[in-house]
């Protein structure tokens, strides 16, 4: 089943008063935007991590600052504020329901909420969100408490997919995110069938959450599909694999040199390694900005790993080489007959290796 979402909005920021690197995300990602299943399966399931991590998760090793003072006089309205926009926009659609238990001094801006998800008189787990002391914003992603969530439902089919003569696939990842491999998986058998027919290239979420390897990794992969692209399949089609970039880049016959002064002229070009040590433009004081597509980000709203938009639509598919492939032929005017060549039905396995895996949900 392919979905789609509406067309790219440039929502332009107001001269002067917001920093795009710096700015924190007003959209949601895909995995935001179906948080209330997914997270429901997700914690029945006990695997709290991977995509769940990063929406409404405190990062490894933050804890609570000493020394702050206690909640103010109006922590509890704040609290019930919070409960019950997560209710009405989030887990009450899903039949569901959330209870704040806590809300604790974070730093000066933010406080820690915790909260509990249950569903028919079950506690299936417990949560954790940052709220600003304002009571104006939720983060990992930021939500505005004071209007109401657009969950922008898909179309439940392909007709609304625009068409060109030559599709443009853009599939949005980060380098480590398990879902973002699972995806890039599903699209190389696409890329590969359809060279020269469509244009499928790989782009990046403009923050990481995987650290230092990450940006080096996507900036890897940057300049490879850049300066040396008839390469760029094997080598990711190994790395998906093996995790192995060194390995990698031997087996495809990747040149060094010429990778080494790619990779320095982009950190030069987009300020990589700058933004990274420069923590306070990181998203939400959290994850370092990652800005090498970073216009491509805010023209579709881009909000997690993977986002897959083609022909300037998002869209949404099962995460196997024939649902992918599916999607990208609905979008030619008149289809090449690869079209017709048939491709593996079974969805991709998350993160590094083979095999195959049993959902198509899960973003980073």
């Known amino acids: 089943m392919i979905e789609t979402e509406g067309q790219p909005k440039d929502e332009a920021n107001e001269a002067g008063k917001i920093n795009p690197v710096q700015k924190e995300k007003a959209n949601l990602s895909p995995f935001f935007k179906g948080f209330g299943l997914r997270v429901l399966a997700v914690l029945v399931a006990g695997l709290v991590a991977g995509g769940l991590i990063g929406h409404f998760a405190v990062p490894n090793g933050a804890s609570c600052l000493a020394g702050l003072p206690a909640a103010g006089p109006d922590a509890d309205d704040l609290k019930l504020k919070v409960q019950n926009y997560l209710n009405e926009n989030i887990y009450g659609p899903q039949g569901a329901e959330a209870s704040v238990v806590s809300l604790e001094p974070f730093d000066d801006e933010f406080y820690i909420v915790d909260f509990d998800v249950s569903a028919g008189g ?17 983060s990992g992603q930021i939500l505005s408490l004071d209007e109401p969530l657009d969950t922008g439902e898909p179309e439940e089919n392909g007709s609304n997919i625009p068409k060109s003569d030559k599709p443009v696939v853009e599939l949005f990842v980060m380098s480590y995110c398990p879902y973002g491999l699972q995806m890039e998986k599903a699209i190389l058998p696409v890329m590969e069938l359809l060279q020269g027919k469509a244009e499928i290239s790989i782009k990046f979420c403009d923050y990481i959450m995987h650290n230092l390897p990450e940006i080096e990794e996507n900036t890897r992969q940057y300049c490879i599909q850049k300066e040396q692209n008839e390469l760029f399949i094997d080598y990711l089609g190994c790395f998906a694999q093996s995790g192995d970039s060194a390995a990698c880049l031997e087996s495809a016959g990747v040149d060094q040199a010429m990778l080494d002064s790619c990779t320095a002229a982009a950190d030069q070009e987009f300020g990589i390694m700058g933004l990274y040590n420069d923590s306070s433009s990181w998203l939400s004081g959290v994850y370092p900005i990652y800005p090498v597509h970073t216009a491509e980000n805010e023209m579709y709203g881009v909000g997690g790993s ?4 083609i022909n300037g639509a998002e869209v949404s598919v099962d995460r196997s080489p024939e649902a992918v492939k599916q999607a990208v032929c609905s979008a030619f005017n008149v289809a090449p007959e690869e079209c017709s060549q048939a491709l593996s039905t079974a969805v991709a396995s998350s993160g590094f290796g083979g095999g195959t895996g049993a959902s198509s949900s899960g973003s980073c």
Not at 122 to 131: I, P, R, T
Not at 306 to 309: A, M, S, V, Y
């Open 122 to 138: 079950e506690v299936l787990g417990a949560m954790s969100a940052y709220v600003t002391k304002s009571g104006k914003s939720l």
């Open 306 to 309: 993977p986002t897959l938009i």
